[in-house]
Every structure is written in structure tokens, then in C-alpha cells.
């Protein structure tokens, strides 16, 4: 009888898995991949008018999301409503 | 068929000595096994490939993967043809040993007697098996400790002062074995064999090294 047991499940049966490998991995001293998880992102800034900004905020704080995030759905949802 | 790592933050404990005897015990026992290393030169490596130019047999499949990402997707990808695979990781932190805890069944974690031991244990392996257990999360990773490369007298003190240190932290299951420091198991591990392939034959090693796979595949 083995004393050493075995983990409940085998890593390679969690789709999850992979991804918090990738994630564990990460903070590693030589990991040559401190990448952005959450993928490619280009930056770019756009100018608001007060009243625009201010009702915008007004929506975003009722929501609880970032300026960013609300502007993601937004944009999100005008392209796939088609423009 | 399992993966086994055979791992320690801290070099010099015996991590390839203990995966060239569990590699190579389990062939003699008629199992098909791989070995993977975590660096490109380890000195597992190079045993087997003694072995190999010797002609002994049966012999394990060896490979090596110091890139983290590539050593799980190729692990993962060999897990049917094998009955056991063994990674010899770690001597430090690095993505391929992070990499291998998260894909092992178990880990084996050789620790040698002495102070430096017992301080890297706790600076440096010990919060590192809780960062991957945290990542691990449901499906935490069984991991034991023994002493390795202990004193030949088993209630020395240097072994018992040891064996109470690792006690102390739940992350790890001591074990109730021993591999002492012997002349034989290091040489035959040099060679590439199997302790129990030596001549002349050291019977107290050859039963260290038996109880020692008995642990881990009954």
C-alpha cells in the first residue's frame, strides 16, 4: 500500500488549469513572460466635453465600473448593433 | 500512470541521485518510465546517458524542458505512453518548477540535514508550495518530505533536529523514511544505475531505496 497519495485529479482534466499554470508560472524569477494576461491592448485618449463626462461618470458610479470598462460595453454594443 | 516531481528550491539535496533510483527502480520493476529534466545539463541527465553508452538495460526515456510552458504542454502530451514520469525540478524557483507542481499527482521533496537546508525550507520553498497550492485550489498537490542524505544513524541528532524542523510546517508530510549518505547510492546514480544493480551489493541501500518506491507505488 502506497503511503503517498495522488491529487484528486489529474492536472490535464481541468480546463482551468492551464490558465492558473500560465498565472502561477508568471511570478517566477526567470519567467520571461510577464505578460499582460488579459492579452494586447493598444491606448489611446479621448477628449470629453463636462456635461458628456459628468453624466458618463453619473452612469459609471450607478454601475460600479471604470471609466474604461463602460466604455468597452458601450463600444462593444454599437458595433455588434451595427453602426 | 502518474507524475511524480521530485523537487527542492534548495540545491544539493540529492534531487537527481533520488530521480535516477526511483527512474531506474521502476524499470527494473518492468514499467515504462520518463524521466524530465527541468535544466538542459542536469546530472540525471547525464546518468542516463551513461547508462545508454554503457548498454545497461532496461534504461528510461529521458528528456528535458527548462522552458515551463513547453515541459507542461509536453508532459501532458506523453502522460498515456508511460506509467510513471518523473521530473527532476527545481535547485531554484523557475517557471519549469512551478510548471511541473502544477501538473504533478504528488511531490517528493528530498531534504537534507543541516541548517542552510532548514532555512531555505522556510525562506523559500515552504511559501512557494503555498503560492501553487493557492493556484492549484481544488486540487491541491499531496507533497512529502524525507531525509535525504541523512546521517547513517537514524536517531542521530542532526536527524532528529531535522525531522522536528520540517515537522513544524503543515505544507509538507514528513515521512517516516530515511535514505542515509552512502557511498553506493551516489556512485550508482553517477553510472546510471540502480543501486540494486551494484556490485558488491549494498543491502542496506538497496533497502532504503525499496522502501522508499514501496512509498510511493505500494
Known sequence: MAIIQRAPKPASVDPAATQAAAKAAATAPDSKSKKNMRGKREMFSVGFEPDLLAEFDAARSKLGLSRPALIKIAVRRLLDAGV | ?218
Open chain 2, 1 to 218: 500512470m502518474s507524475i511524480f516531481v521530485i523537487g527542492n528550491s534548495k540545491g544539493g539535496v540529492g534531487k537527481s541521485t533520488i530521480t535516477v533510483q526511483i527512474g531506474l527502480g521502476r524499470a527494473l520493476q518492468g514499467k515504462d518510465v520518463l524521466v524530465v529534466n527541468s535544466d538542459r545539463q542536469s546530472s540525471s541527465s547525464k546518468a542516463i546517458d551513461r547508462r545508454d553508452a554503457a548498454g545497461l538495460t532496461p534504461s528510461v526515456t529521458l528528456v528535458a524542458y527548462p522552458d515551463g510552458e513547453q515541459l507542461r504542454t509536453q508532459v501532458l502530451r506523453q502522460i498515456d505512453k508511460y506509467d510513471d514520469i518523473i521530473i527532476d525540478a527545481g535547485g531554484r524557483d523557475s517557471s519549469a518548477f512551478r510548471h511541473a507542481m502544477m501538473i504533478a499527482d504528488a511531490m517528493l521533496v528530498p531534504i537534507a540535514p543541516g541548517n542552510f537546508e532548514l532555512d531555505a525550507l522556510e525562506d523559500e520553498l515552504v511559501p512557494l508550495i503555498r503560492e501553487i497550492q493557492a493556484s492549484r485550489a481544488d486540487n491541491p498537490l499531496p507533497i512529502y518530505a524525507f531525509l535525504n542524505m541523512a546521517e547513517p544513524r537514524k536517531y542521530s541528532s542532526d536527524n532528529i533536529g531535522t525531522r522536528k524542523s520540517i515537522e513544524a510546517f503543515p505544507e509538507l508530510q514528513l515521512i517516516d523514511l530515511n535514505v542515509t549518505r552512502r557511498k553506493s547510492i551516489a556512485a550508482a546514480s553517477t553510472l546510471g544505475m540502480a543501486v540494486s544493480e551494484m556490485k558488491p551489493r549494498d543491502d542496506k541501500a538497496c533497502k532504503e531505496i525499496q522502501v522508499l518506491l514501496q512509498a510511493i507505488f505500494g
